[in-house]
Each structure stands twice: as C-alpha cells, then as structure tokens.
C-alpha cells in the first residue's frame, strides 16, 4: 500500500480495498471505521454477519461501500473460501488485516484446558495464515499489497493463567517475521501489530490492572497511520512499547517477583 493511496483513496476513481477478520466488534469494526471513513471499500468478515450488516446500517454505510462474508478462521476451508469470493467479486484487496482471535485463560493442570490452548492456536496462528493465503500469490504476481497481523504486547512475556495466549501471539509475531521475508523481494508489506490493552469484548471482563487502556477508535487511527506507513512492527500505545522493553530485559527471578499475585484471565466457563 502506497501512503498518497491512503490519503486520496476518497477522491479516486476506483477506492482502494481493505479485507478485515472479526470485524464484528472491537478492533476490527473500529478499523473497518476508520478505513471507511477514509474512502476506503470494504470486505468485512465475521461469524456473526447479522451484527455486521446491523453496524453497516447503524453507521450509514452504503451497501456499495463494503461486502460482509461469513467464516470461521477456525476452519481453515471457510476462511479461506471467503478471501476467495472477496477476489471473484471485490478483487485483489490492497490491505488484508488479519484480525480475529480469542482470549481464554488455561491451566495446564486440567485436561479441557488443552482444547483451549488448540482453539485458541487454530485461530490466532492457523487462522491467520489462512487468511493471508488467497491473497499472496496474487500480491506477489501484482507486486503490490499489505499484510497485517494483529497481535499483542501480550507475546513479549508469559503471564500467569495466559499460556495459550500469550504463546499464540509471540506466535504471530515470529510467523509475520517470516512472512515479510519471503514478501519482500516480491514488493508485498508485512506489517505486525501489538496493541497494548485496547477496550473490546476481549478485554472487558479482565480482573486485573490495564494500563494505558485505549478506545478502539484511538488505536484504529494510530494503526491506520502505521499500515500507511508500511511499518513493519509498531506496539500502539507508544507507551506499551516502553513497558513491553522493560519488562524484556527484567531478569527472570525480578520478573517472577512483578507477576506474584497478578490477576489471572478468566478460564473456558468461568
């Protein structure tokens, strides 16, 4: 993606496209917003088109204006069918972001708690990949495009009750890592990026600290400027970043000492 492209997408003949997962609430629906309000088209894709389609009404926005498709990026063949049809009918989309994931804590004392740790890899690491995968051979024949994976500032270090998080998403950090790689020589962007604690459905019913919490639409802004950028890795806020160094560096037993006591995220059916 070209930044002029972003600044003048509403002024051209044929406006830009952005193809976003788990854009049914938080991060993805502010995103979608923030694309849209840029002149952007959209392909939106969710389990729960209904409250897509629901907010595309409620915001205005015209039916011309964004394509919705149902999938589950749990189900490598869904997603995928999707990104199909969004090539067929919308064409090669310029940014492809690639949103949805899940966040349950885990035990590793109990049995069911290992299906949650293979869901939860099924979607923030499987899933992304296969979203990513219609669209690369096209990206790298057209020599154009961007592709951004979300992940969190929750991959810097384990958090107690948060393996399978936590995992996955340094996960999705070192699979961008090599994704860039292989899409560099082709002129395709890989853009990683690590929110710290963003206020959605995600987070909302965490019992401990979140600092620096910040409203979707603030870290939909920050990141649009990011992807325009062609950032390659960006933790939003700013001061996340600090912190997620900081903590890096903490020897193991300091660091121990930090996380004594911090809350844990809620387990499957608590």
């Not at 899409?183 to 604690?197: E, N």
């Not at 939909?220 to 960006?234: E, L, P």
Request: charged share 20%.
């Amino acid at each position: 993606m070209q930044s002029d492209a972003v600044s003048g997408a509403a002024n051209t003949a044929a406006a830009p496209l952005v193809f976003i997962t788990g854009a049914s609430s938080g991060i993805g629906q502010a995103l979608a917003a923030r694309f849209h309000a840029d002149g952007w088209r959209l392909a939106l894709v969710a389990r729960r088109t209904d409250a897509v389609q629901q907010w595309l009404r409620d915001s205005g926005i015209p039916a011309e204006k964004a394509q919705v498709y149902a999938a589950d990026v749990q189900d490598i063949d869904s997603i995928v069918a999707a990104g199909q049809r969004c090539l067929a009918e919308c064409g090669l989309p310029d940014v492809v972001i690639a949103n949805a994931g899940i966040s349950v804590g885990m035990d590793s004392a109990e049995r069911d708690d290992l299906d949650v740790m293979r869901d939860t890899f099924a979607t923030n690491n499987t899933g992304l990949a296969a979203t990513f995968h219609p669209f690369v051979a096209a990206m790298r024949a057209q020599r154009r495009g961007t592709l951004v994976g979300i992940a969190s500032v929750s991959a810097i270090r384990g958090l107690p009750g948060h393996g399978a998080y936590c995992a996955s998403k340094a996960g999705v950090v070192a699979y961008c890592e090599s994704l860039r790689g292989e899409c560099r020589p082709f002129g395709v962007k890989v853009v990683t990026l690590v929110p710290g604690y963003i206020a959605t459905p995600l987070t909302a019913g965490n019992t401990y600290g979140m600092p620096f919490l910040m409203q979707p639409s603030e870290f939909a802004d920050q990141a649009f400027r990011a992807i325009a950028a062609g950032t390659s890795y960006r933790v939003i806020p700013w001061q996340m970043a600090v912190v997620a160094k900081l903590l890096r560096v903490l020897p193991n037993p300091l660091y121990d000492r930090v996380m004594a006591g911090r809350g844990r995220k809620k387990r499957r059916g608590e």
